[in-house]
C-alpha cells in the first residue's frame, strides 16, 4: 500500500493523497476481473506476443527503410511514397526501368484509362486495378491528406 500511495502522490503532484491510493486500491479489487491464474498466465502471454510482433515489426520496416536507401529509386520522390509503400510497389513491379514509358506501367498497373463506345455513347474508366497497387494507393493517399492537414494546422500556428 506505501508504494501505490508513493505513486499516487508522485503522480498527482500531490493532489492525491493516502486516502485515494486505499479507495483506489478497493475499486480495483472490486473491478478487475477474476483471481485466476490460467487467465493471467494468458494475459501475460498474449502481451509478450504483442510486444514481440511490434519488435518485429520495427525491424522490417528498418530493414525496407535501408534496402529503398541502397536501391535510391525514382519512386522514393512520388509524394506520399514512403519506404514501406516503395518497397512494395517496387517489389512488385521489379525494375521500374524495364518499362520503356510510364504508360505501359501504369498499363501494367492497371491505371490506364479505356474508351468505351457504342453509337453516341462513349465512356472512359480505369480497367481493374491490381489489389497490391490499390492498398498502396490508399495508404499514400491516407499520408499524404495527414502530411496536408499537419502542414494547414502549422500554418494557422504562425
Not at 477474476?34 to 498466465?41: E, F, G, K, P, Y
Not at 504508360?103 to 481493374?128: E, P
Amino acid at each position: 500500500m506505501t508504494h501505490l500511495s508513493h505513486l499516487l502522490v508522485a503522480a498527482s503532484h500531490g493532489h492525491f493523497k493516502k486516502e485515494q491510493a486505499k479507495e483506489l486500491r478497493v475499486l480495483a479489487r472490486k473491478s478487475v476481473g477474476a483471481c485466476d491464474s490460467a487467465l493471467s498466465i494468458q494475459i501475460t502471454h498474449s502481451i509478450a506476443q504483442i510486444e514481440l510482433l511490434d519488435s518485429q515489426l520495427d525491424s522490417v520496416q528498418a530493414q525496407m527503410a535501408e534496402i529503398m536507401k541502397f536501391h535510391d529509386s525514382v519512386i522514393m520522390t512520388i509524394p506520399g511514397i514512403g519506404y514501406i509503400n516503395g518497397g512494395m510497389i517496387l517489389g512488385e513491379i521489379g525494375d521500374i526501368h524495364r518499362f520503356s514509358s510510364p504508360n505501359k506501367l501504369l498499363a501494367f498497373a492497371g491505371l490506364d484509362l479505356s474508351v468505351y463506345q457504342s453509337g453516341n455513347y462513349s465512356a472512359r474508366r480505369t480497367k481493374d486495378v491490381q489489389a497490391w497497387l490499390q492498398s498502396a494507393q490508399v495508404r499514400t493517399h491516407e499520408r499524404s491528406t495527414q502530411c496536408r492537414e499537419e502542414q494547414r494546422h502549422l500554418q494557422g500556428l504562425l
